[in-house]
């Protein structure tokens, strides 16, 4: 069976903590032309609108913009076990 990998790429992303709404203002304005919805307490997350559809995002999950320029939301584990900061 063929293996493959993945190619290194440099993305976009910031890790959605609760309070740094700023932080997701900024990375949302570079170029972000879908919807972003809130929970009732925007604390805890809300939706965001990817070529997929819409998904809901949490604490600790990162926003990722990719090469393409397309948003979304990935969990924590994956996020790190799958990137690494770019030097």
């Known amino acids: 069976m063929p293996k493959y990998r993945r190619l290194p790429l440099v993305l976009d992303a910031v890790q ?3 309070d740094n709404f700023p932080d ?3 990375f949302f304005r570079e ?3 879908g919807t972003l ?3 009732d307490d925007p604390t805890t997350g ?3 609108l990817t070529v997929d559809g819409s ?3 949490e604490v600790g999950d990162w926003l990722i913009r990719g090469i393409e320029g397309e948003y979304y939301p990935i969990k924590d584990n994956v996020f790190r076990a799958s990137y690494e900061p770019a030097a």
């Open 16 to 18: 959605f903590t609760g």
């Open 24 to 26: 997701l203002a900024q």
């Open 31 to 33: 170029g972000y032309t």
């Open 37 to 39: 919805d809130w929970n």
């Open 46 to 48: 809300g939706e965001i």
């Open 55 to 57: 998904i809901t995002f």
